[in-house]
């Protein structure tokens, strides 16, 4: 019988793939792939790839996106990028804690998806 063999692409359908490519470059530190599709950036991350995209649906027609996702990224210094989110102004669901992942907070995107990051 085939099988699922685990994820290998994650991606977020935004409203402006532009803006939502600076805010995840600028604030987060993602590199770009080079361009393979004109509806979307994709970084350069690892083990999975993580881009955003044009929408497909309606993003206003629903009260908030990503409701019932989770997405986890692991980066090198959850308390760091923390308080570099914060004093820039962005979002913070969740503030820092430790976990079975190591330090964990969850920031708001500039659609509204929480992004929870980790560094263990």
């Known amino acids: 019988m085939a099988r699922v063999l685990g ?12 803006r939502s490519a600076r805010f995840y470059e600028e604030r987060l ?3 770009r792939m080079p361009r393979v599709s004109p509806d979307a ?3 350069a991350t690892e083990p999975v790839p993580f881009a955003v995209r044009k929408p497909l649906v309606d993003l206003d027609a629903v009260e908030r996106l990503g409701w019932g996702v989770a997405l986890w990224m692991r980066c090198d210094d959850a308390q760091a990028l923390y308080e570099s989110l914060e004093e820039a102004g962005v979002p913070i669901a969740r503030g820092p804690f430790d976990g079975p992942f190591g330090r964990t907070f969850a920031f708001v ?6 992004v929870t990051l980790h560094d263990g």
């Open 41 to 43: 950036v994709v970084f």
């Open 109 to 114: 995107d500039p659609d509204g998806y929480t």
């Open 29 to 31: 530190g993602l590199e």
């Open 7 to 18: 994820p290998d692409f994650v991606a977020l359908q935004v409203r402006d793939p532009e």
